[in-house]
Protein backbone atom coordinates (compact mmCIF):
# COMPACT_ATOMS: atom_id res chain seq x y z
CA UNK A 1 0.00 0.00 0.00
CA UNK A 2 1.54 3.91 -0.53
CA UNK A 3 0.50 6.67 1.33
CA UNK A 4 1.19 9.47 -0.49
CA UNK A 5 0.86 11.91 2.53
CA UNK A 6 1.45 15.83 2.28
CA UNK A 7 1.00 18.05 5.44
CA UNK A 8 -0.27 20.48 2.89
CA UNK A 9 -0.55 21.27 -0.71
CA UNK A 10 1.01 24.40 -2.03
CA UNK A 11 -0.56 27.11 -3.73
CA UNK A 12 0.96 29.10 -6.60
CA UNK A 13 4.94 29.09 -5.48
CA UNK A 14 6.38 32.49 -4.50
CA UNK A 15 9.75 31.75 -6.50
CA UNK A 16 10.24 35.76 -5.79
CA UNK A 17 10.32 35.52 -2.34
CA UNK A 18 10.69 32.36 -0.32
CA UNK A 19 11.03 33.85 3.50
CA UNK A 20 7.40 33.55 4.48
CA UNK A 21 7.18 29.63 4.51
CA UNK A 22 6.74 28.84 8.01
CA UNK A 23 6.01 25.46 9.62
CA UNK A 24 2.32 23.57 10.64
CA UNK A 25 4.08 21.70 13.70
CA UNK A 26 2.02 20.95 16.45
CA UNK A 27 -0.95 22.32 14.81
CA UNK A 28 -3.93 20.10 14.21
CA UNK A 29 -6.58 20.89 12.62
CA UNK A 30 -10.20 20.36 14.25
CA UNK A 31 -12.16 20.59 11.51
CA UNK A 32 -13.10 21.65 7.97
CA UNK A 33 -14.56 25.63 6.94
CA UNK A 34 -17.72 24.60 6.62
CA UNK A 35 -17.87 22.09 9.03
CA UNK A 36 -18.28 24.66 12.00
CA UNK A 37 -21.79 24.96 13.00
CA UNK A 38 -23.63 27.16 15.54
CA UNK A 39 -22.92 24.83 18.08
CA UNK A 40 -19.54 25.40 18.05
CA UNK A 41 -19.50 29.01 18.66
CA UNK A 42 -17.65 29.95 21.63
CA UNK A 43 -15.04 26.78 20.45
CA UNK A 44 -11.63 27.23 20.28
CA UNK A 45 -10.67 26.05 16.54
CA UNK A 46 -7.80 25.57 14.31
CA UNK A 47 -8.79 26.28 10.49
CA UNK A 48 -6.28 25.34 7.66
CA UNK A 49 -7.05 26.04 3.83
CA UNK A 50 -6.57 28.42 0.96
CA UNK A 51 -7.37 32.56 1.00
CA UNK A 52 -9.93 33.08 -1.30
CA UNK A 53 -9.96 36.98 -0.78
CA UNK A 54 -8.95 39.22 1.55
CA UNK A 55 -10.15 42.80 2.98
CA UNK A 56 -8.36 45.14 4.40
CA UNK A 57 -10.36 47.55 6.07
CA UNK A 58 -7.49 49.12 8.28
CA UNK A 59 -7.99 48.07 11.57
CA UNK A 60 -9.47 45.08 10.98
CA UNK A 61 -8.78 42.33 8.35
CA UNK A 62 -11.62 40.22 6.71
CA UNK A 63 -10.51 37.10 5.37
CA UNK A 64 -12.64 34.40 3.73
CA UNK A 65 -10.69 30.98 4.02
CA UNK A 66 -11.73 27.98 1.73
CA UNK A 67 -11.08 24.27 1.59
CA UNK A 68 -13.01 21.60 0.09
CA UNK A 69 -15.93 22.23 2.42
CA UNK A 70 -16.75 25.19 1.63
CA UNK A 71 -15.98 29.06 3.17
CA UNK A 72 -15.50 31.06 6.76
CA UNK A 73 -14.92 34.10 6.88
CA UNK A 74 -11.88 34.76 9.64
CA UNK A 75 -11.74 38.23 11.24
CA UNK A 76 -7.93 39.68 12.26
CA UNK A 77 -7.93 42.72 14.89
CA UNK A 78 -5.16 43.55 17.33
CA UNK A 79 -6.07 42.93 20.73
CA UNK A 80 -6.96 39.11 19.92
CA UNK A 81 -4.31 38.35 17.88
CA UNK A 82 -0.68 40.00 18.33
CA UNK A 83 0.87 42.83 16.44
CA UNK A 84 2.90 40.72 14.64
CA UNK A 85 0.49 38.66 13.54
CA UNK A 86 -1.91 41.76 12.62
CA UNK A 87 1.34 42.41 9.93
CA UNK A 88 1.41 39.10 8.45
CA UNK A 89 -2.36 38.89 8.05
CA UNK A 90 -1.91 42.50 5.77
CA UNK A 91 0.38 40.34 3.59
CA UNK A 92 -2.21 37.53 3.08
CA UNK A 93 -3.06 37.51 -0.73
CA UNK A 94 -5.46 35.14 -3.03
CA UNK A 95 -4.55 31.67 -2.69
CA UNK A 96 -2.16 31.77 0.17
CA UNK A 97 -2.05 28.62 2.37
CA UNK A 98 -2.21 29.34 6.13
CA UNK A 99 -3.35 28.00 9.25
CA UNK A 100 -5.96 29.78 11.67
CA UNK A 101 -6.06 29.43 15.41
CA UNK A 102 -9.30 31.37 17.10
CA UNK A 103 -13.00 31.74 18.45
CA UNK A 104 -16.34 30.59 16.85
CA UNK A 105 -18.51 33.83 17.43
CA UNK A 106 -21.45 34.62 15.52
CA UNK A 107 -21.12 37.50 12.83
CA UNK A 108 -21.29 41.16 14.14
CA UNK A 109 -22.23 42.12 10.66
CA UNK A 110 -24.22 41.32 7.97
CA UNK A 111 -25.24 37.75 7.56
CA UNK A 112 -24.11 35.73 4.34
CA UNK A 113 -27.30 33.59 3.09
CA UNK A 114 -25.32 32.33 0.42
CA UNK A 115 -22.64 30.74 2.66
CA UNK A 116 -23.09 27.33 4.86
CA UNK A 117 -21.51 29.51 7.75
CA UNK A 118 -22.42 32.77 6.85
CA UNK A 119 -24.00 33.10 10.22
CA UNK A 120 -20.21 32.46 11.93
CA UNK A 121 -16.79 34.13 11.60
CA UNK A 122 -13.76 32.78 13.78
CA UNK A 123 -11.79 35.46 15.97
CA UNK A 124 -8.06 34.92 14.63
CA UNK A 125 -5.71 34.55 17.84
CA UNK A 126 -2.58 33.20 16.09
CA UNK A 127 -1.79 33.28 12.16
CA UNK A 128 0.64 31.10 10.39
CA UNK A 129 1.76 30.92 6.67
CA UNK A 130 2.21 27.81 5.46
CA UNK A 131 2.72 29.36 1.90
CA UNK A 132 2.82 32.47 -0.08
CA UNK A 133 1.41 32.46 -3.49
CA UNK A 134 2.29 34.36 -6.54
CA UNK A 135 -1.21 36.06 -8.37
CA UNK A 136 -3.12 33.02 -10.21
CA UNK A 137 -3.43 33.23 -14.14
CA UNK A 138 -7.68 33.22 -13.33
CA UNK A 139 -9.48 33.41 -10.41
CA UNK A 140 -10.25 30.50 -8.49
CA UNK A 141 -14.37 30.75 -8.44
CA UNK A 142 -16.93 28.48 -9.90
CA UNK A 143 -18.11 28.60 -13.65
CA UNK A 144 -14.98 30.03 -14.75
CA UNK A 145 -15.20 31.91 -18.40
CA UNK A 146 -11.32 31.49 -18.68
CA UNK A 147 -10.02 29.14 -21.96
CA UNK A 148 -10.28 25.62 -21.24
CA UNK A 149 -6.36 25.47 -22.37
CA UNK A 150 -4.88 28.10 -19.89
CA UNK A 151 -7.42 25.95 -17.14
CA UNK A 152 -5.52 22.81 -18.05
CA UNK A 153 -2.18 24.12 -18.32
CA UNK A 154 -3.04 25.21 -14.47
CA UNK A 155 -4.83 22.25 -14.02
CA UNK A 156 -3.58 22.07 -9.72
CA UNK A 157 -5.48 25.56 -9.13
CA UNK A 158 -8.45 24.54 -12.10
CA UNK A 159 -9.35 21.81 -9.50
CA UNK A 160 -9.46 23.42 -6.84
CA UNK A 161 -12.75 25.30 -7.99
CA UNK A 162 -15.61 24.68 -6.28
CA UNK A 163 -17.93 23.40 -8.49
CA UNK A 164 -15.21 20.80 -9.78
CA UNK A 165 -14.82 19.71 -6.47
CA UNK A 166 -18.65 19.23 -5.89
CA UNK A 167 -18.40 17.04 -9.05
CA UNK A 168 -15.43 15.09 -7.50
CA UNK A 169 -16.76 14.53 -4.23
CA UNK A 170 -19.92 13.64 -5.92
CA UNK A 171 -18.45 11.02 -8.16
CA UNK A 172 -16.61 9.52 -4.68
CA UNK A 173 -20.06 9.15 -2.93
CA UNK A 174 -21.59 7.56 -6.05
CA UNK A 175 -19.03 4.85 -5.95
CA UNK A 176 -19.16 4.51 -2.28
CA UNK A 177 -22.75 4.32 -2.22
CA UNK A 178 -22.70 1.22 -5.33
CA UNK A 179 -20.62 -0.56 -3.82
CA UNK A 180 -22.61 -0.89 -0.41
CA UNK A 181 -25.42 -1.02 -1.89
CA UNK A 182 -23.95 -3.70 -4.29
CA UNK A 183 -22.42 -5.52 -1.78
CA UNK A 184 -25.96 -5.84 0.46
CA UNK A 185 -27.23 -7.77 -3.28
CA UNK A 186 -24.90 -10.09 -3.14
CA UNK A 187 -22.43 -8.90 -5.66
CA UNK A 188 -19.16 -9.50 -5.53
CA UNK A 189 -16.78 -6.95 -6.27
CA UNK A 190 -13.14 -8.35 -8.35
CA UNK A 191 -10.67 -6.44 -10.12
CA UNK A 192 -9.96 -7.72 -13.83
CA UNK A 193 -6.43 -7.34 -15.72
CA UNK A 194 -5.48 -3.94 -17.59
CA UNK A 195 -3.17 -5.77 -19.55
CA UNK A 196 -4.53 -8.25 -22.35
CA UNK A 197 -4.82 -10.01 -25.53
CA UNK A 198 -6.46 -7.78 -28.12
CA UNK A 199 -10.28 -8.73 -28.96
CA UNK A 200 -12.61 -7.63 -31.39
CA UNK A 201 -14.89 -5.22 -29.99
CA UNK A 202 -16.59 -2.34 -31.05
CA UNK A 203 -13.82 0.29 -31.66
CA UNK A 204 -9.76 -0.15 -31.85
CA UNK A 205 -7.86 -1.50 -28.70
CA UNK A 206 -4.90 0.90 -27.18
CA UNK A 207 -1.89 -1.30 -27.60
CA UNK A 208 1.36 -1.27 -24.99
CA UNK A 209 4.43 -2.51 -26.15
CA UNK A 210 6.20 -5.50 -24.04
CA UNK A 211 9.48 -4.94 -22.90
CA UNK A 212 10.12 -8.53 -21.74
CA UNK A 213 8.52 -9.80 -25.42
CA UNK A 214 9.66 -7.74 -28.02
CA UNK A 215 7.43 -6.82 -30.86
CA UNK A 216 5.02 -8.24 -29.10
CA UNK A 217 1.75 -5.92 -27.62
CA UNK A 218 -0.80 -5.99 -24.72
CA UNK A 219 -4.50 -4.10 -25.62
CA UNK A 220 -5.94 -2.46 -22.89
CA UNK A 221 -9.52 -3.73 -22.49
CA UNK A 222 -12.48 -2.15 -24.17
CA UNK A 223 -14.64 -3.79 -21.19
CA UNK A 224 -14.24 -6.40 -18.92
CA UNK A 225 -17.18 -8.46 -20.95
CA UNK A 226 -14.94 -11.85 -21.27
CA UNK A 227 -13.64 -11.66 -17.95
CA UNK A 228 -16.95 -11.21 -16.25
CA UNK A 229 -18.51 -14.22 -18.04
CA UNK A 230 -15.62 -16.20 -17.12
CA UNK A 231 -16.54 -15.68 -13.64
CA UNK A 232 -19.87 -16.57 -14.54
CA UNK A 233 -18.97 -20.09 -15.27
CA UNK A 234 -16.56 -20.31 -12.61
CA UNK A 235 -19.37 -19.68 -10.23
CA UNK A 236 -19.24 -16.27 -9.05
CA UNK A 237 -22.82 -16.11 -10.26
CA UNK A 238 -23.04 -12.17 -9.38
CA UNK A 239 -19.73 -9.45 -10.44
CA UNK A 240 -19.42 -5.82 -9.85
CA UNK A 241 -16.52 -3.76 -10.72
CA UNK A 242 -15.80 -0.18 -11.35
CA UNK A 243 -13.79 -0.21 -13.48
CA UNK A 244 -11.76 2.03 -16.55
CA UNK A 245 -12.51 1.12 -19.70
CA UNK A 246 -10.08 2.18 -23.19
CA UNK A 247 -11.37 2.90 -26.70
CA UNK A 248 -9.46 3.97 -29.17
CA UNK A 249 -11.90 5.75 -31.26
CA UNK A 250 -12.54 9.35 -32.35
CA UNK A 251 -14.49 11.83 -29.94
CA UNK A 252 -18.02 12.56 -29.88
CA UNK A 253 -19.85 14.37 -27.11
CA UNK A 254 -20.57 10.86 -25.01
CA UNK A 255 -17.46 9.40 -26.12
CA UNK A 256 -13.55 10.07 -25.14
CA UNK A 257 -10.83 7.56 -24.85
CA UNK A 258 -11.24 6.26 -21.20
CA UNK A 259 -13.96 6.08 -19.15
CA UNK A 260 -15.20 4.50 -16.35
CA UNK A 261 -18.45 2.24 -15.88
CA UNK A 262 -20.11 0.50 -13.49
CA UNK A 263 -19.75 -3.10 -14.81
CA UNK A 264 -21.99 -5.95 -13.38
CA UNK A 265 -23.12 -9.17 -14.86
CA UNK A 266 -25.51 -11.65 -12.72
CA UNK A 267 -26.17 -15.40 -13.09
CA UNK A 268 -28.84 -17.81 -12.91
CA UNK A 269 -31.55 -14.42 -13.63
CA UNK A 270 -34.22 -13.13 -16.16
CA UNK A 271 -34.53 -9.81 -18.00
CA UNK A 272 -36.33 -8.59 -14.99
CA UNK A 273 -34.03 -10.02 -12.48
CA UNK A 274 -31.46 -7.42 -13.94
CA UNK A 275 -33.54 -4.66 -14.64
CA UNK A 276 -34.96 -4.29 -10.98
CA UNK A 277 -31.75 -4.17 -9.26
CA UNK A 278 -30.38 -1.49 -11.46
CA UNK A 279 -33.56 0.26 -10.81
CA UNK A 280 -32.91 0.53 -7.10
CA UNK A 281 -29.43 1.04 -7.62
CA UNK A 282 -30.49 4.22 -8.89
CA UNK A 283 -33.30 4.98 -6.79
CA UNK A 284 -31.06 4.57 -4.37
CA UNK A 285 -28.47 6.68 -5.90
CA UNK A 286 -30.69 9.99 -6.84
CA UNK A 287 -32.16 9.75 -3.31
CA UNK A 288 -28.77 9.79 -1.00
CA UNK A 289 -26.80 11.74 -3.11
CA UNK A 290 -29.74 14.10 -4.65
CA UNK A 291 -32.36 13.72 -2.39
CA UNK A 292 -34.54 12.98 -5.28
CA UNK A 293 -37.14 10.11 -4.94
CA UNK A 294 -37.63 8.12 -8.12
CA UNK A 295 -40.78 5.99 -8.16
CA UNK A 296 -40.17 2.45 -9.11
CA UNK A 297 -40.60 0.73 -11.23
CA UNK A 298 -39.25 3.41 -13.69
CA UNK A 299 -41.58 3.90 -16.97
CA UNK A 300 -40.67 1.20 -19.49
CA UNK A 301 -42.05 1.52 -23.31
CA UNK A 302 -41.75 -1.06 -26.40
CA UNK A 303 -39.37 -0.23 -28.76
CA UNK A 304 -42.59 0.44 -31.08
CA UNK A 305 -43.60 3.17 -28.94
CA UNK A 306 -40.33 4.78 -28.99
CA UNK A 307 -40.71 5.28 -32.30
CA UNK A 308 -43.95 5.91 -33.19
CA UNK A 309 -43.78 8.96 -30.41
CA UNK A 310 -40.45 10.21 -30.46
CA UNK A 311 -38.43 8.97 -33.85
CA UNK A 312 -35.95 7.40 -31.27
CA UNK A 313 -34.96 4.54 -29.03
CA UNK A 314 -33.60 6.65 -26.69
CA UNK A 315 -36.44 9.56 -26.33
CA UNK A 316 -36.19 12.24 -23.63
CA UNK A 317 -39.91 12.14 -22.35
CA UNK A 318 -39.26 15.99 -21.96
CA UNK A 319 -39.18 16.91 -25.39
CA UNK A 320 -42.49 17.35 -25.90
CA UNK A 321 -43.06 17.57 -30.23
CA UNK A 322 -44.29 14.07 -29.95
CA UNK A 323 -44.61 12.40 -33.29
CA UNK A 324 -48.32 11.98 -34.82
CA UNK A 325 -49.03 9.56 -36.86
CA UNK A 326 -52.11 11.17 -38.93
CA UNK A 327 -52.25 8.81 -41.27
CA UNK A 328 -55.87 7.31 -41.07
CA UNK A 329 -56.95 11.22 -40.42
CA UNK A 330 -55.72 12.06 -43.69
CA UNK A 331 -56.13 8.74 -45.84
CA UNK A 332 -59.31 10.16 -48.27
CA UNK A 333 -57.91 13.65 -48.81
CA UNK A 334 -56.92 15.29 -52.16
CA UNK A 335 -53.79 16.59 -51.35
CA UNK A 336 -51.40 14.68 -53.96
CA UNK A 337 -47.95 14.62 -51.16
CA UNK A 338 -49.94 12.87 -48.24
CA UNK A 339 -52.29 10.58 -51.00
CA UNK A 340 -48.88 9.40 -52.74
CA UNK A 341 -47.09 8.70 -49.70
CA UNK A 342 -49.58 6.47 -48.20
CA UNK A 343 -50.18 4.79 -51.66
CA UNK A 344 -47.06 4.23 -51.37
CA UNK A 345 -46.89 2.28 -48.16
CA UNK A 346 -45.34 5.41 -46.42
CA UNK A 347 -47.27 7.14 -43.52
CA UNK A 348 -47.61 11.10 -43.05
CA UNK A 349 -46.92 12.35 -39.34
CA UNK A 350 -46.52 15.63 -37.43
CA UNK A 351 -45.35 17.00 -34.70
CA UNK A 352 -47.18 20.23 -32.74
CA UNK A 353 -44.75 22.91 -31.70
CA UNK A 354 -47.00 24.51 -29.01
CA UNK A 355 -46.82 28.26 -29.10
CA UNK A 356 -45.19 28.84 -32.48
CA UNK A 357 -48.11 29.62 -34.71
CA UNK A 358 -46.88 33.59 -35.43
CA UNK A 359 -43.58 32.19 -36.10
CA UNK A 360 -42.91 34.13 -39.80
CA UNK A 361 -42.56 32.38 -43.29
CA UNK A 362 -39.22 32.85 -43.64
CA UNK A 363 -38.78 30.93 -40.46
CA UNK A 364 -40.94 28.31 -41.64
CA UNK A 365 -39.41 28.01 -44.67
CA UNK A 366 -36.13 27.55 -43.23
CA UNK A 367 -37.58 24.47 -41.43
CA UNK A 368 -38.64 22.90 -44.58
CA UNK A 369 -35.09 23.24 -45.94
CA UNK A 370 -33.54 21.82 -42.33
CA UNK A 371 -36.11 18.71 -43.26
CA UNK A 372 -34.45 18.01 -46.47
CA UNK A 373 -31.13 18.08 -45.56
CA UNK A 374 -32.31 15.04 -43.76
CA UNK A 375 -34.06 13.55 -46.49
CA UNK A 376 -37.51 15.07 -47.12
CA UNK A 377 -39.44 16.07 -49.72
CA UNK A 378 -40.70 19.36 -47.45
CA UNK A 379 -42.77 20.22 -45.11
CA UNK A 380 -46.87 21.14 -44.80
CA UNK A 381 -48.15 23.26 -42.21
CA UNK A 382 -51.12 24.32 -40.30
CA UNK A 383 -50.47 27.93 -38.32
CA UNK A 384 -52.95 28.30 -36.12
CA UNK A 385 -53.84 32.19 -35.29
CA UNK A 386 -54.86 32.98 -31.68
CA UNK A 387 -58.29 33.60 -32.62
CA UNK A 388 -58.92 30.50 -33.81
CA UNK A 389 -58.36 30.92 -37.56
CA UNK A 390 -55.81 29.31 -39.94
CA UNK A 391 -53.37 28.97 -42.66
CA UNK A 392 -51.89 26.75 -44.03
CA UNK A 393 -50.12 25.22 -47.04
CA UNK A 394 -51.91 22.46 -48.48
CA UNK A 395 -55.87 24.05 -47.25
CA UNK A 396 -57.12 24.39 -50.77
CA UNK A 397 -56.97 20.50 -51.23
CA UNK A 398 -58.60 19.41 -48.46
CA UNK A 399 -62.46 20.45 -47.57
CA UNK A 400 -62.74 22.35 -43.96
CA UNK A 401 -64.01 19.36 -42.30
CA UNK A 402 -60.89 17.44 -43.19
CA UNK A 403 -58.53 20.24 -42.23
CA UNK A 404 -60.63 20.09 -38.96
CA UNK A 405 -60.22 16.77 -38.23
CA UNK A 406 -56.84 16.73 -38.94
CA UNK A 407 -56.47 19.78 -36.37
CA UNK A 408 -57.96 17.69 -33.86
CA UNK A 409 -55.85 14.62 -34.19
CA UNK A 410 -53.04 17.01 -33.16
CA UNK A 411 -54.54 18.64 -30.54
CA UNK A 412 -54.15 21.77 -32.06
CA UNK A 413 -54.83 25.16 -29.91
CA UNK A 414 -54.33 28.81 -30.83
CA UNK A 415 -51.32 29.42 -31.15
CA UNK A 416 -49.87 26.21 -32.36
CA UNK A 417 -47.75 25.22 -35.40
CA UNK A 418 -48.20 21.88 -37.16
CA UNK A 419 -45.67 20.27 -38.93
CA UNK A 420 -46.39 17.55 -41.25
CA UNK A 421 -43.90 15.23 -43.14
CA UNK A 422 -45.32 12.42 -45.98
CA UNK A 423 -42.85 9.95 -46.95
CA UNK A 424 -41.56 6.38 -46.52
CA UNK A 425 -41.43 5.66 -43.15
CA UNK A 426 -37.95 6.13 -43.27
CA UNK A 427 -38.08 9.74 -44.12
CA UNK A 428 -40.41 10.58 -42.08
CA UNK A 429 -39.11 9.20 -38.47
CA UNK A 430 -35.48 10.86 -39.64
CA UNK A 431 -36.91 14.18 -40.41
CA UNK A 432 -38.77 14.44 -37.46
CA UNK A 433 -35.81 13.19 -35.04
CA UNK A 434 -33.28 15.33 -36.67
CA UNK A 435 -31.58 12.13 -38.66
CA UNK A 436 -30.58 10.56 -35.63
CA UNK A 437 -32.51 7.38 -36.02
CA UNK A 438 -31.03 4.59 -38.60
CA UNK A 439 -33.55 2.71 -40.78
CA UNK A 440 -35.80 0.92 -38.23
CA UNK A 441 -39.28 1.13 -39.31
CA UNK A 442 -39.24 -0.37 -42.97
CA UNK A 443 -42.92 -0.93 -44.49
CA UNK A 444 -43.72 -1.08 -40.89
CA UNK A 445 -42.17 -3.83 -39.72
CA UNK A 446 -39.54 -3.78 -37.14
CA UNK A 447 -35.61 -4.39 -37.98
CA UNK A 448 -33.63 -4.73 -34.54
CA UNK A 449 -30.35 -5.20 -34.53
CA UNK A 450 -28.33 -6.00 -31.05
CA UNK A 451 -25.02 -5.98 -32.23
CA UNK A 452 -25.34 -3.01 -35.21
CA UNK A 453 -25.33 0.57 -34.19
CA UNK A 454 -26.03 3.23 -36.81
CA UNK A 455 -23.60 1.48 -39.07
CA UNK A 456 -24.04 1.22 -42.58
CA UNK A 457 -24.87 -2.05 -42.23
CA UNK A 458 -28.07 -1.57 -40.59
CA UNK A 459 -29.14 1.07 -43.12
CA UNK A 460 -28.42 -0.95 -46.09
CA UNK A 461 -29.61 -3.95 -44.91
CA UNK A 462 -32.89 -2.33 -43.96
CA UNK A 463 -32.75 -1.15 -47.21
CA UNK A 464 -33.29 -4.48 -48.29
CA UNK A 465 -35.70 -5.69 -46.16
CA UNK A 466 -37.63 -2.80 -47.82
CA UNK A 467 -36.74 -4.28 -51.22
CA UNK A 468 -38.11 -7.92 -51.01
CA UNK A 469 -34.72 -8.99 -50.62
CA UNK A 470 -34.12 -10.43 -47.33
CA UNK A 471 -36.54 -10.33 -44.69
CA UNK A 472 -36.92 -8.74 -41.57
CA UNK A 473 -39.72 -10.18 -38.80
CA UNK A 474 -41.93 -7.88 -36.48
CA UNK A 475 -40.55 -9.78 -33.73
CA UNK A 476 -37.07 -8.52 -34.04
CA UNK A 477 -35.76 -12.01 -35.15
CA UNK A 478 -34.32 -10.71 -38.71
CA UNK A 479 -30.92 -13.04 -38.47
CA UNK A 480 -30.96 -17.04 -37.69
CA UNK A 481 -29.34 -16.69 -34.46
CA UNK A 482 -28.45 -13.60 -31.65
CA UNK A 483 -24.84 -14.62 -31.78
CA UNK A 484 -24.27 -13.78 -35.70
CA UNK A 485 -21.97 -11.38 -36.36
CA UNK A 486 -21.78 -8.37 -38.74
CA UNK A 487 -19.86 -10.23 -41.53
CA UNK A 488 -22.42 -12.85 -41.13
CA UNK A 489 -24.75 -10.43 -41.66
CA UNK A 490 -23.70 -9.23 -44.55
CA UNK A 491 -22.86 -12.95 -45.83
CA UNK A 492 -26.67 -13.00 -45.36
CA UNK A 493 -27.57 -10.06 -47.55
CA UNK A 494 -24.97 -11.17 -50.60
CA UNK A 495 -25.96 -14.78 -50.36
CA UNK A 496 -29.71 -13.30 -50.98
CA UNK A 497 -28.42 -10.78 -53.53
CA UNK A 498 -27.44 -14.66 -55.31
CA UNK A 499 -23.71 -13.64 -55.21
CA UNK A 500 -21.53 -16.73 -55.08
CA UNK A 501 -18.32 -16.20 -53.51
CA UNK A 502 -16.97 -19.67 -52.85
CA UNK A 503 -14.76 -19.68 -55.72
CA UNK A 504 -13.94 -16.66 -56.71
CA UNK A 505 -10.53 -15.68 -57.23
CA UNK A 506 -9.11 -12.90 -55.91
CA UNK A 507 -5.38 -12.44 -57.50
CA UNK A 508 -6.66 -9.70 -59.84
CA UNK A 509 -7.59 -6.96 -57.26
CA UNK A 510 -5.74 -5.83 -54.26
CA UNK A 511 -6.75 -4.41 -50.87
CA UNK A 512 -4.86 -2.98 -48.47
CA UNK A 513 -6.89 -3.44 -45.34
CA UNK A 514 -8.56 -6.73 -46.91
CA UNK A 515 -7.47 -10.00 -46.06
CA UNK A 516 -6.42 -11.51 -49.54
CA UNK A 517 -8.61 -14.67 -49.33
CA UNK A 518 -11.29 -13.06 -47.32
CA UNK A 519 -14.94 -13.80 -48.00
CA UNK A 520 -15.21 -9.56 -48.40
CA UNK A 521 -12.53 -10.01 -51.29
CA UNK A 522 -14.11 -12.79 -52.88
CA UNK A 523 -17.31 -11.16 -53.41
CA UNK A 524 -16.17 -7.84 -54.56
CA UNK A 525 -14.39 -9.95 -57.34
CA UNK A 526 -17.27 -12.21 -57.73
CA UNK A 527 -19.37 -8.51 -58.10
CA UNK A 528 -16.94 -7.71 -60.74
CA UNK A 529 -17.08 -11.05 -62.49
CA UNK A 530 -21.10 -9.94 -62.29
CA UNK A 531 -20.00 -6.54 -63.91
CA UNK A 532 -22.42 -5.41 -60.86
CA UNK A 533 -19.31 -2.95 -60.36
CA UNK A 534 -16.10 -1.99 -62.73
CA UNK A 535 -12.87 -2.83 -61.32
CA UNK A 536 -9.40 -2.61 -62.11
CA UNK A 537 -5.99 -3.43 -60.25
CA UNK A 538 -7.05 -0.56 -58.22
CA UNK A 539 -10.52 -1.25 -57.31
CA UNK A 540 -11.03 1.17 -54.81
CA UNK A 541 -10.72 5.60 -55.58
CA UNK A 542 -7.71 5.59 -52.61
CA UNK A 543 -6.17 3.08 -50.19
CA UNK A 544 -7.73 4.78 -47.50
CA UNK A 545 -11.10 3.53 -48.42
CA UNK A 546 -12.11 1.15 -45.99
CA UNK A 547 -14.02 -1.91 -45.62
CA UNK A 548 -17.08 -0.44 -44.70
CA UNK A 549 -17.01 2.07 -47.92
CA UNK A 550 -16.17 -1.08 -50.21
CA UNK A 551 -19.46 -2.86 -48.62
CA UNK A 552 -21.14 0.49 -50.10
CA UNK A 553 -19.73 0.89 -53.29
CA UNK A 554 -20.82 -3.04 -53.91
CA UNK A 555 -24.33 -2.36 -52.56
CA UNK A 556 -25.16 0.61 -54.30
CA UNK A 557 -24.17 -1.43 -57.51
CA UNK A 558 -27.24 -3.85 -56.65
CA UNK A 559 -29.71 -0.52 -56.50
CA UNK A 560 -29.94 -0.49 -53.27
CA UNK A 561 -30.87 2.67 -52.54
Known amino acids: MCCGCRFFVSAVPNRRNKKMAESMKGLKRTCRC ?3 TKADIGKKVTLMGWVQKSRNKGGIIFVDLRDRSGIMQIIFENGPISEEGFEKAAKLRSEFVIAVEGEVMARSGAVNENLATGELEVKAESLRILSEAETPPFPIEEDSKTREELRLKYRYLDLRRPDIQRNLIMRSKVAMLTREFMSKEGFLEIETPMLTKSTPEGARDYLVPSRVHPGSFYALPQSPQLFKQLLMCSGYDRYIQIVKCFRDEDLRADRQPEFTQIDMELAFVDVDDVIDVNERLLAHLFKEVLGVEVQLPIQRMTWKEAMNRFGSDKPDLRFGMELVDVSETVKDTEFVVFKGALENGGSVRGINAKGQGAMP ?25 EDGSWKSSFSKFMTEEQMEALIKAMDGQAGDLLLFAADKNKVVVTVDKKGNVSITNVDGKKVVFSDISNSFALKYIASLTALGVVNGYEDGTFRPENNASRAEYLKMVLKAMKVDYSNANTSALTFKDVEKDSWIAKVVVKAVELKMISANETFRPNDSVSRAEAMKMLLNSAKVE
Open 34 to 36: AEV
Open 361 to 385: RKKIDKLVEFAKGYGAKGLAYIAIH
